[in-house]
């Protein structure tokens, strides 16, 4: 049910390998988020872009690379990651807050990932 | 100082029971309050906004108080289905960046 899809599901993938997730957004929202959630910590903000156009980079390391086609794709693509960087990675879109809008995230079922 | 601090929990309450949650945020320049809802290995569902006047959704009452920075949740009559762990989220200012709390986990039991 919900309008953010995120593929694949889950993700094992050794240190060497490169990969890519991907989140599609069907609500007509104009800003995405990647997010990265790791056990008994808080959602850790990545990236934002809004409008296509990053807006946001938390200090990620290199081995994250976001893409942004249009505002309702966006790639997270990953290479040479780390054990520690098993999580589990969640997309999300809005409004842009800059339109007015007090406008909640709508996330994705996330992709869990194993670095091994 | 965090900037978006919950006690973790966990709450363990009887079924019908009343609990609250507070969460408290750092920027008194912070404009929006959300409490998100997640339940084990599933993605954060927004549960309801938090509006400068409070505001209730069925048994689910949030409060703001920002002279104290903070926001409470008010769960009455709890049920089983509403174990899960509760997410305080503040937009600090101007932006799209939500910073999130490291959440409230609560288990209703029979």
């Known amino acids: 049910e919900t309008g953010v899809t995120q593929t694949p599901r889950h993700l094992v993938m050794g240190m060497t390998n490169k990969k890519s997730l991907k989140c599609e957004q069907h609500l007509g929202h104009n800003a995405m988020y990647w997010y990265k959630q790791s056990a008994k910590k808080p959602l850790e903000l990545m990236f934002v872009?809004?409008?296509?156009?990053?807006?946001e980079n938390n200090s990620v390391p290199s081995r994250f690379s976001p893409e942004c086609p249009n505002s309702s794709h966006l790639f997270l693509h990953l290479h040479t990651l780390q054990p520690e960087d098993s999580a589990l990675y969640l997309c999300?879109?809005?409004?842009?807050?800059?339109?007015?809008?007090?406008?909640?995230?709508?996330f994705g079922n996330g992709t869990r990932l194993t670095v091994t | 100082r965090k900037e978006v601090e919950q006690d973790p929990g966990p709450f363990n309450v009887p079924e019908g029971a009343t609990v609250a949650f507070n969460c408290t945020y750092s920027?008194?320049?912070?404009?929006?309050f959300f409490w998100y809802r997640q339940d084990c290995r599933k993605e954060p569902k927004l549960l309801m906004s938090v509006y400068s006047s409070g505001n209730e959704d069925g048994r689910f009452t949030a409060q703001l108080n920002r002279a104290s920075q903070y926001i409470s949740l008010l769960i009455r009559d709890s049920k089983l289905s509403d174990s899960a762990t509760y997410l305080c989220?503040?937009?600090?200012?101007?932006?799209?960046?939500?910073?999130f709390g490291t959440g409230t986990q609560l288990k209703v039991e029979l």
């Open positions: 920027n008194s320049a912070s404009q929006s």
């Open positions: 989220v503040v937009r600090p200012g101007g932006g799209n960046k939500l910073t």
């Open positions: 999300a879109s809005s409004q842009d807050q800059g339109s007015g809008y007090n406008s909640p995230l709508h």
């Open positions: 872009y809004n409008f296509k156009e990053q807006t």
